[in-house]
């Protein structure tokens, strides 16, 4: 039965007027379509393939007024603000297929977007290595991207996405001709969600370089990142090797990569995702540098410390174990520090092991003059639910 709205002025209201005042017309709309006073009471339903819009009118609706709307069409809807009209919603105004809401007028120009399903759900995009990947994690079916070099993430379907991006890891560290070099810090890792309704930029880290003290020459592992800038911007910083000081002076004990820049590493914040600092070294057995979920291993007398643990992407993008953002193991006079899972070792060589590329690992460090020693690439998985 059709619904009783509009109600017209010396009409009779029978019972089963009143009955159906809950069932409401469903006004489906094939194209794009501006709302018009006729439609309160009515359900307005978008229906089509591809992208529309739905435009909000200037002094056409009251204080009160309310339209619900929705889409069932596979291409997105956007409610759109009309000349001199404001929206305002806690949500997105980018309807997803089975999306929808109730649009309330505040004034005749001003009005609130309450969704109610589908306008906050994932989107879908393209781009870098090849298709994309589909994986099943703790019972939801995923498709994934992978990005090993700088590239356009292109979006087919505006709405959220998850990422997990791997800064560049930091290079070796040596203070002083003769002496082993602390493995190099590992890159930070960042997890988490952003809505995004145009193509970004997908930007992957370089490794640091080796950091000789006496001359300074050195970079941080590069920034991964997602655009440029907000609200559609997000990064995981790269590291470098750090120093261990006693007090002002240098003591002679030589570390490893932590987080941050240059200082004491235990003054530095650690944390997962951020990273460790370095353990403690000598001068001819440096320690591990520090990793994304532990702290590098101590060096000892003429032997290398281990590198710190990195993190397991596979809780990411299912698999098996695959580690990213480890620190490098120290460099040694006799013996040089271990490889964390998937990193790079230590050596006693002048020639140390350069960080894997988009590991966001650090580089192991080696002894005497050295002349390289270089942080790993970063890399960037962008996934989104089907």
Not at 275 to 300: E, I
């Amino acid at each position: 039965m059709t619904t009783p709205f509009p109600f017209v002025a010396g009409s009779v209201l029978t019972a089963s007027a009143l009955n159906n005042i809950s069932t409401l017309v469903i006004n489906d709309k094939t194209d794009s379509y501006t709302l018009v006073i006729g439609d309160l009471g009515e359900r307005v339903i978008m229906n089509k393939a591809t992208a529309t819009t739905i435009t909000v009118p200037n002094s056409v609706f009251a204080a009160g007024d309310m339209v619900f709307i929705a889409n069932k069409g596979a291409g997105t809807s956007t409610i759109t603000a009309g000349a001199g009209v404001t929206i305002n919603t806690g949500g997105s105004l980018a309807l997803a297929q089975y999306g929808g809401g109730t649009l309330l007028a505040l004034s005749a120009s001003t009005f609130i977007f309450f969704p109610g399903s589908g306008g906050l759900g994932y989107g879908t995009a393209t781009g870098g290595i090849g298709a994309p990947t589909a994986v099943t994690i703790s019972g939801v079916n995923y498709e994934y991207l992978t990005f090993n070099a700088t590239g356009v993430l292109t979006i087919t379907k505006q709405g959220f996405f998850d990422y997990c991006l791997v800064g560049g890891g930091g290079g070796a560290f040596k203070v002083a001709s003769g002496l082993s070099a602390g493995g190099g810090g590992a890159g930070q890792i960042l997890i988490g969600s952003i809505y995004l309704s145009s193509n970004q930029t997908v930007t992957i880290g370089a490794g640091g370089s080796f950091f000789t003290y006496n001359t300074g020459a050195f970079t941080e592992g590069g920034t991964t990142s997602i655009g440029a800038s907000s609200p559609f911007s997000v990064a995981a910083l790269g590291n470098l090797a750090t120093e261990k000081e006693t007090g002002s002076a240098v003591s002679g004990i030589y570390v490893g990569g932590g987080v941050g820049s240059i200082g004491v590493p235990s003054a530095q914040t650690e944390s997962a995702y951020i990273g460790f600092r370095s353990g403690d070294g000598a001068s001819t057995g440096a320690s591990g540098g520090g990793g994304s979920t532990a702290r590098g291993g101590n060096g000892s007398s003429t032997v290398g410390g281990s590198g710190g643990a990195g993190f397991d992407v596979s809780a990411f993008i299912g698999g098996s174990a695959l580690r990213k953002a480890m620190g490098g193991g120290g460099g040694g006079s006799g013996t040089g520090g271990t490889a964390a899972t998937d990193g790079v070792a230590g050596v006693t060589t002048t020639t140390p092991n350069n960080g894997n590329i988009n590991s966001g690992g650090g580089s192991g460090g080696g002894h005497g003059n050295i002349v390289n020693g270089n942080g790993g690439s970063g890399i960037a998985y962008i996934r989104y639910r089907t």
